[in-house]
């Protein structure tokens, strides 16, 4: 039954120092097409770090791998169960951060949270023990392990990678060496067992492609401890990419997800799951150079996951050395394949581009883009990102300064949140060298909304890997999300899904949740506001 729920790049530049004083937002300036007019009614504006709460830097100003500048993750989710949403801030020198919401989008501190002084990159709340309390997976920069925090189901953490079988790291490890460079990392039922798997990528040099294993697939045993079933898995051939992050998804109904994977130096690709191995796809149509930021969502309403993957867009005439500049990519699902409709969707245009996700910012029902960008070389500096509005069939068209997102610095992960619970998205911005930055969502008129979040029995409550369609009213289009925990560039979202109903404020006429195993629960009347379905 329904319950209503109380609530990439070339070796990187030394990077310009990281500047602790605010800074204001930068205002839309005709010399970049991409930014130019004005702020529109339905937009975001940023919150000054006095209000959020957020004033704690990423980085430190440290060397320690040479790619600090490429960092700047977070992860969200409701981590103390009082109905809001939280955030975990890595940070480059630690101490790590646990912000804990006040119930209105401000945030403050856990004063219990003992944070790490290691060098932490990408981060994810994930349910790994099957407790229905969310326990925190955080990757590392340098020689550190990576840290796994149990949920003691009062917002307490204990780590416990290591008894754990989740630390990435021996003494002996020759995979990891002085610099692991891990980034992202996501959670899926790789092998279809009931639980949820660990998959953790690590981004590497283009010179040091096909040297090491460094990329690991964590297979859960049920009870949130781990083995290696990297090699098992066939996914030793990671040697030879350098990826971000990886997004999963079944995209054949057989319950097996597929492993879309955001790689550098030109190596994104589809992997299939037979159910035994991951196999990659030989398709040239994965053309971006330097995948980074990425995800998935239905843009063009035809019930399937389209997947969009972030790069590089120069407007040098030529490329400069050492990165390509063609742009970024949107991959349309036919059903069996993968069609590039990146050109004719809109969306090739852009700069830098690192954080990348779809959210309904205007609660018309259909997939916006958000972008984040900029990096320390010339002309990318201080660059706003990108935002870009979907008329419903796919198509898309530069809205940056109407979204009023005018932000111009060095922005790295970027994740949608309903942070004061008002129905309208916000944005959680985390930059490389400033503080990161709470981005309100604003729209002119009353709109319909849905939140949805699950609950079912086993080892996976949350029902990560869940397609969830709704019809707002009698004959309207129905629209797909899906409740998954996947990186956007080392930022987990929580696991729940938002949806905008446009004029439409009741509650959605049906509704359907198609679980990861292939069972399907089907409601009537869901809504409005914030729901919780219990799988019966």
């Known amino acids: 039954m329904a319950h209503i729920w109380a609530c990439s790049a070339p070796e990187p530049p030394t990077p310009d120092p990281p500047d602790d004083t605010a ?4 205002r839309c300036v005709a010399t970049d097409p991409t930014v130019e007019g004005t702020p529109g009614p339905d937009r975001w504006e940023a919150v000054p770090a006095e209000v959020s709460g957020f004033d704690q830097l990423h980085w430190d100003g440290a060397r320690r791998c040479a790619h600090e500048a490429l960092l700047g993750g977070a992860a969200v989710g409701d981590v103390d169960d009082d109905g809001d949403l939280d955030v975990f801030l890595p940070v480059l020198g630690g101490p790590d951060g646990l912000w804990l919401n006040d119930g209105s989008g401000t945030f403050a501190q856990a004063a219990h949270w003992q944070g790490s002084p290691q060098s932490s990159s990408g981060a994810l709340f994930v349910d790994v023990d ?24 009062n917002g ?6 290591a008894p754990r079988g989740a630390s990435l790291w021996t003494p002996t490890d020759e995979a990891i060496g002085d610099c692991a460079d891990n980034f992202g990392v996501s959670a899926a039922d790789v092998d279809a067992d009931g639980d949820l798997d660990l998959f953790v990528a690590s981004w590497q040099p283009r010179a040091e492609l096909g040297t090491t294993r460094r990329n690991r697939l964590l297979l859960n ?10 090699t098992a898995w066939g996914l030793d051939a990671l040697a030879d990419r350098a990826p971000f992050g990886a997004l999963f998804a079944d995209l054949d109904g057989d319950a097996w997800p597929e492993m879309h994977l955001v790689g550098d130096w030109q190596t994104s690709g589809l992997w299939r799951n037979d159910g035994m191995r991951l196999k990659p796809v030989d398709s040239l149509v994965y053309s971006d150079e330097n995948g980074m930021g990425s995800d998935l969502g239905d843009v063009d309403g035809d019930g399937d996951l389209d997947w969009f993957v972030g790069s590089i867009r120069d407007p040098a005439p030529e490329c400069p050395d050492g990165w390509g500049c063609s742009g970024n990519r949107l991959y349309a699902w036919t059903g069996t394949e993968h069609l590039d409709v990146s050109e004719s969707a809109g969306v090739i245009e852009g700069q830098w581009t690192w954080g990348s996700a779809f959210v309904d910012r205007d609660l018309d029902g259909d997939l916006d883009l958000v972008l984040t960008g900029g990096f320390p070389v010339d002309p990318f500096r201080q660059r706003a990102g990108t935002v870009y509005d979907n008329d419903g069939s796919g198509r898309f068209t530069a809205a940056t300064c109407e979204a009023g997102w005018t932000w111009a610095s060095q922005g790295r992960t970027v994740i ?23 981005w309100r969502g604003r729209v002119a008129e009353p709109r319909g909304w849905l939140g949805v979040e699950l609950e079912q029995p086993g080892a996976n409550p949350f029902g990560i890997g869940a397609r969830i369609r709704i019809q707002p009213t009698p004959g309207a289009p129905w629209q797909l999300r899906l409740l998954h925990a996947n990186t956007l560039y080392l930022g987990g979202p929580a696991p729940e899904i938002h949806v905008g109903m446009g004029s439409h404020t009741g509650s959605a006429h049906r509704l359907e ?20 379905l219990v799988r019966p």
């Open 23 to 26: 800074r204001e937002p930068a």
């Open 416 to 438: 949608p949140l309903d942070a004061d619970r008002d129905g309208v998205l916000d944005l959680l911005l985390v930059d490389a060298v400033e503080r990161p930055t709470l």
């Open 513 to 532: 949740v198609h679980w990861p195993d292939g069972a399907v629960d089907r409601y009537d009347d869901v809504g409005p506001g914030r729901v919780r």
């Open 221 to 230: 045993e049920g009870d949130g401890t781990f083995v290696d079933g990297t």
């Open 156 to 161: 307490g953490f204990r780590e416990e990678a």
């Open 130 to 153: 099957g407790d229905r309390d969310l326990d925190l997976f955080v990757a590392s920069l340098g020689p550190d392990p990576a840290l796994l925090y149990i949920n003691d189901g």
